[in-house]
């Protein structure tokens, strides 16, 4: 229940208001890619496969772990992905996951090839509750695992009120690391229409009634996908040019996956159809 628009609306919305691409990354799920790169090979867009993970705390009452978006840039980068989405599944209960920084530092057991998440790109999600220390610290980190042309952070600007820290904590953080800043829009909507049934949705993944949900509701409905306009207005020029090129080292499609029957199973004398047979 991460957004109240189908994989499909967004495509055709994106599609209709110009955009050279985009991302669909629900939270440590790849469910809604398939739908949405068959609406995208009709209409001719871009699609960029990818998933949101928010990494669990160093430890026990410290400040909530870094939120990653990571985007596959090859058939490689998409394996990595589902491999990590894989792990962070299985070591928690069903409908739940924990990503951890370990994971990403090549300690997983049997999958040290996870390290750095090859052939991925990594965007850094600024949180409002977090200092600009934890921010610095977060982006540090990811620069030392991904590389720098692998990872940049993203700029959310939401008509929230942390906005201005927003502006000045990622600016003085990618001036110290060296990171790039790129836009990005948290999207759970192809239309601010769809407000409603966000909230809706957000009630229903907290079992609580709407009336009942406070500031657990979205404070606006900025997240829709807005026209280019509306983001050249909010976002600088480089912010967004860093998109385009994030888009363009992104060059997976789900045209390139076949099914892959296990050949080791296969007594010899065999083939796959005449031993399942």
């Given at each position: 229940?991460?957004?109240?628009?189908h994989?499909?609306?967004?495509?055709?919305?994106?599609?209709?208001?110009?955009?050279?691409?985009?991302?669909i990354?629900?939270?440590?799920?790849?469910?809604?890619?398939?739908?949405?790169?068959v609406?995208?090979?009709?209409?001719?867009?871009?699609?960029?496969?990818?998933?949101?993970m928010?990494?669990?705390?160093?430890?026990?009452?410290?400040?909530?772990?870094?939120?990653?978006?990571?985007?596959?840039?090859?058939?490689?980068?998409?394996?990595?992905?589902?491999?990590?989405?894989?792990v962070?599944?299985?070591?928690?209960?069903?409908?739940?996951?924990?990503?951890?920084?370990?994971d990403?530092?090549g300690?997983?057991?049997?999958?040290?090839?996870?390290?750095?998440?090859?052939?991925?790109?990594?965007?850094?999600?600024?949180?409002?509750?977090?200092?600009?220390?934890?921010?610095?610290?977060?982006?540090?980190?990811?620069?030392?695992?991904?590389?720098?042309?692998?990872?940049?952070i993203?700029?959310?600007?939401?008509?929230?009120?942390?906005?201005?820290?927003?502006?000045?904590?990622?600016?003085?953080?990618?001036?110290?690391?060296?990171l790039?800043?790129?836009?990005?829009?948290?999207?759970?909507?192809?239309?601010?229409?769809?407000?409603?049934?966000?909230?809706?949705?957000?009630?229903?993944?907290?079992?609580?009634?709407?009336?009942?949900?406070?500031?657990?509701?979205?404070?606006?409905?900025?997240?829709?996908?807005?026209?280019?306009?509306?983001?050249?207005?909010?976002?600088?020029?480089?912010?967004?040019?860093?998109?385009?090129?994030?888009?363009?080292s992104?060059a997976?499609?789900?045209?390139?996956?076949?099914y892959?029957?296990?050949?080791?199973?296969?007594?010899?004398?065999?083939t796959?159809?005449?031993?399942?047979?």
């Open positions: 229940l991460t957004g109240a628009s994989p499909e609306e967004l495509v055709a919305r994106a599609h209709e208001l110009g955009y050279a691409a985009l991302a990354t629900d939270e440590c799920s790849l469910a809604g890619v398939v739908r949405a790169h609406q995208a090979k009709r209409l001719g867009l871009h699609l960029i496969v990818g998933a949101e928010r990494l669990a705390p160093a430890m026990a009452g410290a400040e909530p772990g870094a939120r990653l978006v990571l985007l596959a840039q090859s058939r490689r980068g998409y394996g990595n992905l589902a491999q990590w989405i894989t962070a599944r299985r070591r928690a209960d069903k409908s739940t996951y924990i990503a951890q920084m370990s990403l530092e300690r997983v057991p049997h999958a040290p090839y996870l390290a750095g998440l090859p052939d991925c790109f990594a965007l850094l999600v600024p949180e409002p509750a977090q200092t600009e220390e934890t921010l610095f610290a977060q982006a540090l980190w990811l620069k030392t695992w991904f590389g720098p042309d692998r990872c940049a993203a700029v959310e600007l939401l008509h929230r009120a942390h906005d201005a820290w927003l502006l000045e904590a990622v600016q003085r953080v990618a001036g110290l690391t060296g790039a800043l790129a836009a990005a829009g948290d999207v759970l909507m192809h239309s601010r229409a769809r407000k409603p049934l966000q909230d809706a949705l957000t009630a229903t993944r907290l079992a609580t009634p709407v009336a009942a949900c406070g500031f657990a509701l979205l404070p606006n409905a900025e997240n829709h996908l807005r026209t280019r306009a509306r983001l050249a207005a909010l976002h600088a020029p480089p912010w967004l040019q860093a998109t385009v090129r994030i888009a363009a992104c997976f499609s789900l045209d390139e996956l076949h892959e029957y296990p050949e080791e199973i296969v007594p010899e004398g065999h796959p159809t005449s031993w399942l047979r």
